[in-house]
């Protein structure tokens, strides 16, 4: 079975500094990946995903995350934090091709010191 | 872009009573709804895969007959949560499978059971 791991239950970053949230997860094949963020008392918003391809993907809000295969992580990254990133962050996982049950995370908690 | 919208956002009920929560797809058709559930500074828990027409499939551990999933069109899932106890308590967020590994979350609903 897949699993994901966030080694960063929260993390602190000042406003226009850079961040990166780490995921790693286990999975026997090529998994697809995730990054949600969620506001307080609201749903997931999808960031960005891999599925294939260019190891380096673009997202929204000027997130990227980059896919490495030999250390099994797909970290997030920002090159300019924003006060408005305050957030929840959850990496997932979703196994096998067309499956859509995704194994998340138990999620990074960005706070952004102004 | 695709919209999922869950309904009610926040309820209250009293032990021993049921309470409904609404799914639905407002602009596509997903003849696949994923329940989950999310306990405070967690993460979210897969509950149950629904599926339009056919039985939910239920994660194991989860009581199905606690949990009631009817997914009755390509779009409406509903989960009833029977004989609701305080430890029901938590937040429930849907999911719906949309086109090309598209997945669309709602923005939950928080249950509390006094």
């Known amino acids: 079975a897949q699993s994901v791991t966030q080694p960063d239950i929260h993390i602190t970053v000042s406003e226009g500094a850079s961040l990166e949230l780490r995921c790693n997860y286990s999975y026997g094949a090529t998994p697809y990946l995730f990054w949600y963020v969620q506001s307080p008392g609201q749903g997931l918003q999808l960031l960005l995903k891999?599925?294939?391809?260019?190891?380096l993907v673009q997202g929204i809000k000027g997130f990227e995350a980059e896919f490495k295969r030999s250390q099994s992580s797909f970290n997030l990254r920002k090159p300019s934090v924003h006060w408005s990133d305050a957030a929840e962050y959850f990496c997932a996982v979703g196994a096998g091709a067309g499956s859509y049950q995704l194994t998340f995370g138990k999620g990074t908690k960005l706070s952004v010191i102004p | 872009g695709a919209v999922v919208s869950q309904h009610p956002s926040w309820v209250i009920c009293k032990s021993g009573t049921s309470v409904k929560i609404e799914c639905r797809s407002l602009?596509?058709?997903?003849?696949?709804m994923f329940w989950y559930r999310q306990f405070p500074k967690q993460s979210l828990m897969l509950m149950a895969t629904s599926n339009e027409g056919s039985k939910a499939t239920y994660e194991q551990g989860v009581e199905k007959d606690k949990f009631l999933i009817n997914h009755a069109s390509l779009t409406l899932s509903t989960l009833t949560v029977t004989s609701a106890h305080p430890e029901d308590s938590s937040f429930y967020i849907c999911?719906?499978?949309?086109?090309?590994?598209?997945?669309?979350f709602g923005n939950g609903t928080r249950l509390t059971v006094t």
């Open positions: 891999y599925f294939s391809g260019d190891t």
């Open positions: 602009d596509f058709q997903a003849t696949t």
């Open positions: 999911s719906a499978r949309g086109g090309m590994f598209s997945l669309h």
